[in-house]
């Protein structure tokens, strides 16, 4: 079972809809979790931390599910310039330091 | 400004050569990791480390090879024993308490074997 697990996608969406991303993760020592998101050839950038109590930025919400191993990210009123991949992202602490496993990403693209 | 460079952008290697990639970071931060990607894929951890002259092997250190001598930098050598090593190369930092425990990325090293 991978560490981190995504649904490859894409989701194709129209603009203005809302999108609901999910991931599940392995390691119940896991301490931080993450959404990235990512533009073709670029680097990943934090989109969101993601707190126990779920947290909201703007169009965003991202909630954890820690019993489940589980983590959303919704987006609402979907923009054409969302079209991205989105990368979950979790943080654990092993024996040789914090480590940062990602997903592989779940494409969103969103039209006219 | 504050962030984390790597170098060069995009490189061209000859098989049966080794090439290192630059990272260099002035964030303070103790934790830097090495990851690629390959078209279409998910980020693979290669190498992470917590603090000065440690490190760990990640995922796929099979043909990696890196060094932590200072904090601010974390270089990764691609071997000639890496078999398949075209892709891109993304280099990440973060702090280890509970602050601030999210990671920057560079802008990333497109390396193609010719």
């Known amino acids: 079972r991978k560490e981190v697990e995504q649904d490859p996608g894409p989701f194709n969406v129209p603009e203005g809809a809302t999108v609901a991303f999910n991931c599940t993760y392995s390691n119940s020592a896991s301490q931080s979790f993450f959404w990235y998101r990512q533009d073709c050839r670029k680097e990943p950038k934090l989109l969101m931390s993601v707190y126990s109590s779920g947290n909201e930025d703007g169009r965003f919400t991202a909630q954890l599910n820690r019993a489940s191993q589980y983590i959303s990210l919704l987006i609402r009123d979907s923009k054409l310039s969302d079209s991205a991949t989105y990368l979950c992202v979790v943080k654990a602490l092993t024996g040789g330091g914090n480590k940062l496993t990602f997903g592989t990403g779940t494409q969103l693209k969103v039209e006219l | 400004d504050g962030g984390i460079t790597q170098s060069p952008k995009y490189l061209f290697r000859k098989e049966g050569q080794n090439v290192t990639l630059s990272c260099e970071q002035n964030?303070?931060?103790?934790?830097m990791y090495w990851y690629r990607q390959d078209p279409g894929q998910g980020l693979r951890l290669i190498y992470y480390s917590q603090i000065v002259n440690d490190f760990q092997k990640g995922d796929i250190a099979e043909g990696y090879s890196v060094s932590r001598e200072k904090k601010e930098s974390f270089p990764l050598t691609v071997t000639s024993a890496q078999k398949n090593p075209t892709a891109f190369y993304l280099c990440?930092?973060?702090?280890?308490?509970?602050?601030?425990?999210?990671?920057?990325f560079g802008q990333g090293t497109r390396l193609t074997v010719v």
């Open positions: 990440a930092s973060s702090g280890t308490g509970d602050q601030h425990p999210e990671a920057f």
């Open positions: 964030l303070n931060h103790d934790a």
